[in-house]
């Protein structure tokens, strides 16, 4: 047959299929975008594992291997990408393990397929791979991620996926109360209300001293550290 096929869910309406096609068209996007990625390095083999791999744009002209156990150190950066691109398959080894270290997360892992990948028996696999082609993943490979083909199909056999969602964390909408120790000078509670895209600097304190007959309170102060 011919032209575009839905499956799993019910696309007989007009908005289901309108929400499908939107959805393949940000795929799409999003495979030009991590395509268009200009790499930070050119991987010297086809195959990659039993190594660390720090962030950064991995580029092959051809296909890239995962053997063995393949470690991605985000050296303590939460936000640090991983993007790999394959000009034409990925396959990983069976029982082969993608490892993330030192804050890295699987959500912030992507792998660009030019054609087709195949996740072999027992892998366990991170990231988010984008194939131009179709994707298969085999009998007890398991997924941090998505698997997510443009123009073929996903085959999937007693597999398991986790979505690490790479959310921020809310704010607290207000101070701690602190308990402070009788028998101190002087007490000192500092606070800063994070931001959605990180710390911001403490502006001020309220400190409060108690005794067995009194109570006292001083507001105000100037910054004293950053967070």
Do not use: M
């Amino acid at each position: 047959t011919t032209g575009t096929k839905y499956e799993g869910v019910d696309a007989t309406t007009v908005e289901a299929k309108a929400i499908l096609a939107n959805a393949k068209a940000d795929l799409q996007t999003a495979y030009n975008e991590t395509a268009a990625r200009t790499p930070t390095d050119v991987l010297p083999t086809l195959v990659i594992g039993s190594q660390t791999l720090i962030p950064g744009v991995y580029f092959s002209g051809s296909s890239i291997q995962v053997t063995g156990n393949l470690t991605l150190d985000a050296q303590d950066d939460p936000d640090a990408i991983f993007i790999f691109q394959a000009g034409s398959t990925l396959v990983t080894a069976i029982s082969s393990e993608i490892i993330l270290i030192n804050g890295a997360k699987a959500c912030n892992v992507y792998w660009q397929v030019g054609s087709s990948a195949t996740l072999s028996k027992n892998s366990d696999f991170s990231g988010h791979v984008l194939a131009h082609t179709s994707i298969t993943s085999e009998d007890g490979a398991s997924i941090k991620g998505q698997l997510l083909a443009i123009n073929g199909a996903v085959t999937l056999v007693n597999n398991t996926f986790v979505n690490d969602s790479c959310g921020t964390t809310s704010k607290p909408s207000s101070p701690r109360s602190v308990l402070a120790s009788t028998g101190l000078a002087a007490t000192t509670v500092s606070w800063s209300s994070p931001s959605d895209t990180g710390g911001s600097s403490i502006t001020g304190y309220t400190a409060s001293a108690y005794t067995a007959s009194a109570y006292t309170q001083e507001t105000g102060g100037t910054a004293v550290a950053f967070c």
